[in-house]
């Protein structure tokens, strides 16, 4: 988010979670295309408030292997996401994810970052966890932040789909803060809501709602 490797857009677009990938069921190259009003991630905005284009390749193996690449404007600039791993299911009801995912940002110095994610999903609740491999920034070792999230994905009669999600984010990479929301898909489009609370007290962010429109392609 649940979520398939040919849909990591809006995984992305949306702040969902810690990073989650599944191998699609069929093996081969896939792209993806998507638009959104206001590029979330983890509760915080990365453009801003302004709209991000995003688009991206993917490959899945059958044996449950994943890889592929992510192109977003970000930060009044451009980010590349590379990305690989392993999902599989378990049983009908049960199935895991790990992997590894280098975020790079061409236009800004010392902001390249990367993390080791994994998660588990049974039945429509997903939890999963996200902890930094490496960053560019001196100072900042693995392991100085992690990201821990829930998410539970509910089908309506009408085939659209409303996800729930909790996540906080804490270390000293990162900043410390709880976000949630709700958002519902529907024939490629998602509107959502989001709310963060920083951990200090200081502050929280209003609500920040989105809508986003995605669209899969198979090479």
Known sequence: MKKTITTMVITSLLAASAISFQASATEGLSANVAATNNY???????????????????????????????????????????????????????????????????????????????????????????????????????????????????TLGNEAEVNFHLGNYSGDFSTDSTDFGVSISKDNFTFGVSKTDYDDGSSSNDMKFYVSYSVDIAL
């Open 40 to 154: 979330l991630w983890r509760g915080l905005e990365q453009t801003a408030g302004d709209a991000a284009v995003s688009g991206g390749i993917d490959y899945a193996s059958d044996s449950g292997f994943y890889t592929g690449t992510w192109l977003s404007n970000a930060w009044g600039g451009t980010e590349l996401d590379l990305y690989g791993g392993f999902g599989a299911d378990i049983n009908e009801n049960m199935s895991y994810d790990v992997g590894f995912i280098y975020f790079a940002y061409p236009d800004a110095d010392d902001a390249d970052f990367s993390e080791i994610y994994a998660s588990f999903t049974f039945t429509g609740l997903t939890v999963g966890v996200a902890v930094l491999a490496s960053a560019a920034l001196d100072g900042i070792d693995a392991g100085d932040s992690v990201y821990i999230n829930a998410d539970y994905a509910l």
